[in-house]
């Protein structure tokens, strides 16, 4: 959430975007993850910081949709409601 100094001008993010903001900026250059075997299918861990930043928890479900970005296959992933 955004808030604007009525003085200034200047506008600032509160303390909990901000967090979720730095993290993000930590996680821009990507982080290394293995890839395992359940079954059939393959599965991979989300680091903490990562599960932290979506609001994750053990059991909870997502959505992940593959998308060419700009030459690049990108996962996204959203919670899901399951």
Wanted: glycine content about 10%; charged content about 25%; hydrophobic content about 40%.
């Amino acid at each position: 959430m955004l808030w604007k100094c009525s003085k200034c001008g200047k506008t600032y993010l509160d303390s909990a975007d901000a967090q979720k903001a730095l993290l993000l900026n930590k996680l821009k250059k990507g982080v290394e993850v293995k890839v395992g075997q359940l079954g059939n299918s393959r599965v991979f861990r989300f680091p903490a910081k990562i599960s932290q930043l979506l609001g994750l928890r053990a059991g909870a479900y997502v959505k992940a949709t593959p998308k060419l970005q700009d030459g690049k296959m990108v996962l996204e992933i959203r919670p899901s409601k399951g």
